[in-house]
């Protein structure tokens, strides 16, 4: 490859967030996203509304990007865009979009994968944050996903452990709404967690094999657990609201660490890494750097605005892809299901 710069085009459309980023050599120069706000009425994300929000921010998103970048859509060398997993509709808006500026602009087009972007906000050329070393272990954790996976270098990963029920984000939000906490909840929890006491209230953790995770046992347990109270005292979530945030988050990272820890120990690799939306929960920071000390791991957590769904870890996958030449056809297709 030529030694000029690599301006990457990144989008992400998978869920409710339209991101778009630009990438000079693996350097953020753009990282914009325009949230959807209309789903909080509903208490979820709502899928029809979400593609429709989609279309109404891609352009604007896209051009304020490029502004910000300070470069023209002409100097772009590739369009990298998310093509799954997430939701169709909203992937479909990303994917067509992508795909008509590649085409008119007549530069390259690469597909990602979302989770593998995750894991990959790892590299993104920014002087806050240390890339890890090959072979990692990366804990993936999101409101659709969690998963252990091994990570050999950028293009080999394997799934050496995932959900077999809900999410992890999703048990956040669901014990969050049986609280009567807004969404989303995780952040509402980890910041009452941090005022609870949390051993206040025991919750059985879910006994999995290997190093599979299952939520939605403790979730049904939550639930039972605060009906129970509350026909005791009706004032009970009122006057233990910050004990019971904190008992439950407590369990939700003892699960996560455990498994951690498992891996860690079957696959002897100590470089542990990241990444997804509920990795901006502070409470698994916390306990990740306790496992640096207790485990001798060394742990990597990506700046706060990479953990999330953006566009720049698209963008970084893109470029590690452009350096390759591992380009995409015209005729690709989003892929809600798409395997890491």
Not at 119 to 146: C, M, N, R, V, Y
């Amino acid at each position: 490859m030529s030694s000029e710069n690599i301006y990457i085009l990144g989008i992400e459309s998978s869920c409710d967030d339209t991101g778009a980023s630009v990438l000079c050599n693996g350097k953020v120069l753009s990282n914009c996203i325009a949230g959807q706000a209309i789903h909080e009425a509903y208490g979820g994300v709502v899928p029809e509304l979400a593609s429709r929000a989609h279309q109404q921010n891609i352009v604007p998103v896209v051009q304020q990007a490029l502004e910000k970048a300070q470069i023209t859509k002409e100097q772009l060398s590739a369009i990298a865009f998310t093509q799954g997993p997430g939701l169709m509709g909203s992937l479909l808006v990303g994917t067509s979009f992508a795909k008509s500026l590649a085409f008119g602009l007549q530069i390259p087009l690469i597909s990602v994968n979302h989770m593998q972007a995750h894991i990959l906000a790892h590299f993104i050329d920014e002087e806050s944050q240390s890339k890890p070393k090959f072979p990692f272990l990366a804990l993936t954790i999101s409101g659709g996903h969690t998963q252990i996976v091994r990570v050999d270098n950028y293009f080999d990963m394997t799934v050496i452990g995932e959900t077999i029920d809900d999410a992890v984000g999703e048990a956040f939000d669901k014990s969050g709404k049986i609280l009567g906490l807004g969404y989303p909840a995780g952040p509402e929890i980890d910041r009452r967690a941090k005022l609870g006491n949390p051993k206040a209230f025991q919750f059985t953790k879910p006994k999995v094999e290997g190093l599979n995770f299952s939520f939605s046992g403790l979730k049904t347990g939550i639930l039972y657990f605060v009906q129970k109270e509350i026909k005791k005292n009706p004032e009970f979530i009122n006057e233990n609201l910050n004990d019971i945030c904190a008992s439950i988050q407590y369990t939700i990272i003892g699960i996560l660490i455990d498994k951690l820890k498992k891996a860690s120990k079957e696959t002897d690799i100590k470089h542990i890494a990241i990444g997804g939306g509920v990795s901006a929960n502070s409470g698994i920071r916390e306990a990740l750097k306790l496992g640096e000390q207790k485990f001798g791991w060394t742990t990597y957590v990506p700046k706060f605005e990479f953990t999330t769904d953006n566009a720049a870890m698209i963008a970084i996958v893109g470029y590690l892809k452009y350096l390759k030449e591992d380009f995409t056809f015209q005729n690709v297709m989003a892929s809600s299901r798409l395997k890491l």
